[in-house]
């Protein structure tokens, strides 16, 4: 276990590349400063959609993170460094800034189903790992668009950069804990709730409770399934990708 993270790093590597150069995020990245009335709606429209995209991904992360803590209660300890709910709001607070309703822009993406996770305790720590990944640019981005010309709300990655302090704790935690896990010891006898039904219909009903080495390996596999997810959410906003010519 204590090589998880340079494993997960090494070999979600490639997905990370693959999500980087899709759309919206390709464009996004890559953002020139504004010379006129189109271009600044280019570059809006490409924000807009990675700001619709990252929210369902939260939003996602959400139901799941929160389900797994009703079926491993030590997990909470990890839930609390994510403020989930902090991330969501400083999302529709930047979709309100730029004159669009979150539930408008995101119709599409709604159906999009999540991915046949391994299990929903992989699911769950594959979810975290994304998640704070997707935080250690964010102090950047959202210093390049305080400093820019576009006049584009940066709450969301406002919110994000504070999250990337949580990186080395999350790491130092996840070692502690999934050893308890693993044995068995934190699994909480309930109903699973609509994430945990959803999820365990998909793996059907395959046992949580693994080994260190398996566990990793679903870890990764799950880590690379969220960046598919990313990827197809972005492939399904509905505003047409944007491009400049």
């Given at each position: 276990?204590?090589?998880?993270f340079?494993?997960?790093?090494?070999?979600?590597?490639?997905?990370?590349?693959?999500?980087?150069?899709?759309?919206?995020?390709?464009?996004?990245?890559?953002?020139?400063?504004?010379?006129?009335?189109?271009?600044?709606?280019?570059?809006?429209?490409?924000?807009?959609?990675?700001?619709?995209v990252?929210?369902?991904?939260?939003?996602?992360?959400?139901?799941?993170?929160?389900?797994?803590?009703?079926?491993?209660?030590?997990?909470?300890?990890?839930?609390?460094?994510?403020?989930?709910q902090?991330?969501?709001?400083?999302?529709?607070?930047?979709?309100?800034?730029?004159?669009?309703?979150?539930?408008?822009?995101?119709?599409?993406?709604?159906?999009?189903?999540?991915?046949?996770?391994?299990?929903?305790?992989?699911?769950?720590?594959?979810?975290?790992?994304?998640?704070?990944?997707?935080?250690?640019?964010?102090?950047?981005?959202?210093?390049?668009?305080?400093?820019?010309?576009?006049?584009?709300?940066?709450?969301?990655?406002?919110?994000?950069?504070?999250?990337?302090?949580?990186?080395?704790?999350?790491?130092?935690?996840?070692?502690?804990?999934?050893?308890?896990?693993?044995?068995?010891?934190?699994?909480?006898?309930?109903?699973?709730?609509?994430?945990?039904?959803?999820?365990?219909?998909?793996?059907?009903?395959?046992?949580?409770?693994?080994?260190?080495?398996?566990?990793?390996?679903?870890?990764?596999?799950?880590?690379n399934?969220?960046?598919?997810?990313?990827?197809?959410?972005?492939?399904?906003?509905?505003?047409?990708?944007q491009?400049?010519?």
């Amino acid at each position: 276990m204590h090589n998880l993270f340079s494993d997960l790093k090494a070999k979600t590597y490639n997905k990370h590349e693959e999500l980087e150069h899709s759309t919206p995020f390709a464009l996004f990245h890559n953002m020139a400063g504004c010379n006129d009335n189109e271009a600044h709606e280019v570059h809006r429209g490409n924000y807009l959609n990675v700001l619709c995209v990252m929210r369902e991904f939260h939003q996602h992360c959400k139901l799941v993170i929160n389900d797994a803590t009703e079926k491993y209660p030590t997990l909470q300890a990890l839930a609390n460094q994510f403020e989930t709910q902090a991330v969501i709001t400083a999302l529709d607070n930047d979709l309100a800034e730029l004159n669009s309703f979150s539930a408008q822009c995101t119709s599409e993406l709604q159906s999009v189903d999540l991915p046949n996770f391994q299990t929903l305790l992989s699911a769950t720590i594959s979810a975290m790992y994304v998640w704070l990944g997707s935080s250690m640019g964010a102090n950047i981005i959202s210093r390049r668009l305080e400093k820019s010309d576009y006049g584009f709300p940066t709450h969301y990655y406002q919110s994000m950069a504070k999250q990337a302090k949580a990186w080395p704790e999350f790491k130092q935690e996840v070692v502690r804990l999934l050893p308890l896990i693993i044995e068995g010891a934190d699994v909480a006898s309930q109903a699973g709730s609509q994430v945990d039904r959803q999820v365990d219909r998909q793996v059907d009903s395959r046992v949580e409770s693994q080994n260190s080495e398996t566990l990793s390996v679903a870890m990764i596999n799950d880590a690379n399934l969220w960046f598919d997810h990313l990827i197809l959410l972005g492939k399904s906003t509905n505003l047409p990708p944007q491009t400049l010519s």
